[in-house]
């Protein structure tokens, strides 16, 4: 089974999902997606694998979100899908995609629930909070 993670090693609970998904056994492959962005229509299979709409994935804390003016509800999917291209930040994370499913794991131990060895013992994330499946 391939496990991938759309990463940022700057974000805390990014770095436990991968922590999460290395305790499980699996290497996954890392896609850092602030250097390597997916294409338009990489972003749009992964919202619709995982049934949800551009806006539901829309990060705001730390982008420009208010700036450019994300916040108005009538702006159209084509629109956000847009704006996440040109701004990868916008893109919430972690995204992860293994053969059971595609998850944007917040909280991190979302990511549980699609791993092919989900009990990996107790796990304790950076900010102390112990995960016990």
């Known amino acids: 089974m391939t496990v991938t993670i759309y990463h ?8 436990n999902a991968l922590a999460m998904i290395r305790q499980s056994g699996e290497e996954p492959v890392v896609i850092e997606y602030l250097k390597t962005p997916p294409s ?3 972003l749009v299979a992964l919202i619709a694998a995982m049934g949800l709409t551009a806006r539901d994935i829309l990060r705001q804390k730390g982008t420009p ?17 847009d704006r996440m291209i040109e701004h990868p930040i916008l893109i919430n994370r972690p995204i992860v995609v293994t053969d059971k499913g595609v998850r944007l794991c917040r909280p ?3 990511v549980l ?11 304790t994330k950076e900010d102390g909070e112990v995960v016990v499946r």
């Open 65 to 81: 979100y208010d700036e450019i003016g994300l916040g108005d509800p009538d702006l159209t999917e084509d629109q956000l899908l």
């Open 40 to 42: 338009r229509e990489q």
């Open 108 to 110: 991190s131990e979302l």
């Open 8 to 15: 940022n090693p700057t974000c805390g609970t990014s770095r």
């Open 113 to 123: 629930d699609i791993l092919p060895n989900p009990d990996i013992g107790p796990f």
